[in-house]
């Protein structure tokens, strides 16, 4: 319908276009195009995105005196808000390259919104700051536990803000074991793997991966076996970033244990 409209309207159909431009802020950024030397003699241009693109922002400004009878600010929040939302309706059509879930409504918590809600702390010992959800978040690691056969009286954990920050701490764990571990991990783990390496100055060694994106344990052994002398603490993927890739786990288990890497020289 857009397309014939143009055709047959042109002037209506620019009109139209012009008012459904987003503002400046919140257009997407362009491919940016860097022919290089080869490719520039070739005639040919290699097409990079996000490099070299600075995303702007809105001004925060203070309201005035007289914005309460006015109401300019409300209108003018309501108004950004409204094209954000747009754009991110945009976006999210044509957003590529991350797998993730649209499958979600969080309606029935829009009730709570207006809670400090914190869950500080051990999630097993009540915290003197009463607004929290422990129940629940509680609730989850027994259900996960249930899951992994463990019992409720011999784990321990927590419900982090993202996956990245499961990576950190995870890996923390295994450095405290052991503080001259050797950090593994696919090439195409999370890149919060790596960073955690460089937080925690840990050395770490990328081993590479299967067409399906996961790890390849012939190279995890050969690498093993290079650091023989030094314990091996293992990132273990369940859905890789791009691919959704899953390792072997049982495999890892077998590689470590072939090459004499057993229970007390590795942490998983």
């Known amino acids: 319908m857009n397309g014939v409209g143009k055709a047959l309207y042109p002037a209506k159909a620019a009109a139209a276009a012009a008012a459904e431009t987003l503002p400046v802020e919140l257009e997407p950024p362009e491919a940016v195009v860097a022919p290089t030397g080869e490719e520039a003699a070739n005639g040919k241009r290699e097409i990079v995105m996000g490099r070299n ?14 914005d ?89 954990g927590y419900i982090t803000n993202c996956g990245t920050e499961g990576n950190l701490h995870g ?51 050969r690498k093993l076996l290079q650091n023989r002398d030094k314990p091996a603490i293992i990132n273990v993927n369940i859905g890789t970033t791009v691919k959704g890739a899953v390792d072997d786990l049982d495999l890892v288990i077998k590689t470590l244990e072939e090459n004499g890497f057993k229970g007390a020289s590795s942490d998983i």
Request: hydrophobic share 40%; net charge negative; charged share 25%.
């Open 53 to 66: 693109v600075h995303t702007s922002c809105f001004a925060v400004k203070e309201p005035d005196a007289d």
């Open 68 to 156: 309460e009878e006015t109401g300019e600010r409300e209108a003018t929040m309501a108004s950004i808000l409204a094209l954000y939302r747009r754009s991110l309706v945009e976006r999210t059509k044509h957003h590529l390259g991350y797998p993730y879930n649209l499958d979600f409504d969080y309606g029935a918590l829009a009730q709570l919104q207006h809670f400090s809600i914190n869950n500080l702390g051990d999630p097993f010992i009540e915290s003197n700051y009463g607004v929290h959800s422990r129940q629940f978040e509680v609730g989850v690691l027994d259900w996960f536990a249930s899951l992994w056969e463990l019992e409720k009286d011999e784990y321990w």
């Open 171 to 221: 890996i923390l764990v295994g450095r405290e074991v052991f503080p001259k571990g050797i950090l593994y991990a696919s090439r195409e783990s999370h890149y919060s793997v790596f960073k955690a390496a460089r937080m925690y100055r840990m050395d770490c060694v990328k081993v590479d991966t299967l067409m399906s994106g996961e790890i390849d344990c012939a190279d995890f052994q």
